[in-house]
């Protein structure tokens, strides 16, 4: 059964930076993308980043672009989100996804789309608050 486990979430202050981890079991980076996506109390899941190894290609959310990065250990089958500069609209829960292909859904922006994504994680809460 294919397994996505987030871990890192917690505490930070408005300008700090945090570290999450996505670590996958049965899917291998070499032919499944992964995602990162977050939902807020009361708002829909929105997708955050879009990475794939295969095609050494990430798409990110303009909200994120240039404070969150991704990076990738092939030999421990996990992804790390670099978050960096957080801002308090940034607290949410983090998920990360796979969809069923190694690379990131590309049309119209269906990366950012929940219904490409076969494998969910459980999600890891993170609270930007002073």
């Known amino acids: 059964q294919p397994q996505l486990v987030e871990s890192g979430g917690g505490l930070v202050q408005p300008g700090g930076s945090l570290n999450l981890s996505c670590t996958a079991s049965v899917l291998t980076l070499d032919f499944y993308a992964i995602a990162w996506f977050r939902q807020a109390p009361g708002k829909e899941r929105e997708g955050v980043l879009c990475?794939?190894?295969?095609?050494?290609?990430?798409f990110y959310a303009a909200s994120v672009k240039g404070r969150f990065t991704i990076s990738a250990d092939k030999a421990k089958n996990t992804v790390y989100l670099q978050m960096k500069n957080l801002k308090p609209e940034d607290t949410a829960v983090y998920y990360c996804?796979?969809?069923?292909?190694?690379?990131?859904?590309?049309?119209?922006?269906?990366?950012?789309?929940?219904?490409?994504?076969?494998?969910w994680g459980q999600g890891t809460q993170v609270t930007v608050s002073s």
């Open positions: 990475f794939s190894y295969s095609d050494d290609e990430t």
């Open positions: 996804a796979a969809p069923p292909r190694a690379d990131c859904p590309r049309r119209l922006g269906h990366w950012a789309k929940t219904f490409e994504y076969s494998y």
